[in-house]
């Protein structure tokens, strides 16, 4: 069993950066990909980045590279995203998941329902 703990949301100016930090439980964390989405209101929850298991592979949305980073400390059990010029366009909730069985290659192409474990989000408001 997995439970994930999102946190290190708020409000911002454009231009601005946050770090995000997704608090992991369970001792096999380690052994699993884990992906940071985000859904807009009104918008469809789409695939921000994810990291392997062990923080050697990572893939970002083509519209977010250079802007997002991800990386993981697994002795802490902690993913995190550092965001950077953040723009208006980024105001969201934010999620990070994972699943036993879904790379985190496959996490861009993969519904994200069929992730089976999620936090509860951290909300990022931008303002301009």
């Known amino acids: 069993q997995v439970q994930l703990v999102e946190s290190g949301g708020g409000v911002v100016q454009a231009g601005g950066s946050l770090r995000l930090s997704c608090a992991a439980s369970?001792?096999?964390?380690?052994?699993?990909?884990v992906g940071w989405f985000r859904q807009a209101p009104g918008k469809e929850r789409e695939l921000v980045a994810a990291i392997d298991q062990s923080g050697g592979s990572t893939y970002y949305a083509d519209s977010l590279k250079g802007r997002f980073t991800i990386s993981r400390d697994n002795v802490k059990n902690i993913i995190y995203l550092q965001v950077n010029s953040l723009k208006p366009d980024d105001t969201a909730t934010y999620y990070c998941?994972?699943?036993?069985?879904?790379?985190?290659?496959?996490?861009?192409?993969?519904?994200?329902?069929?992730?089976?474990?999620w936090g509860q989000g951290t909300q990022v408001t931008v303002s301009s």
């Open positions: 369970g001792r096999t964390f380690s052994r699993y990909d």
């Open positions: 998941a994972s699943d036993s069985k879904i790379t985190a290659q496959q996490m861009g192409v993969a519904p994200w329902g069929a992730l089976h474990y």
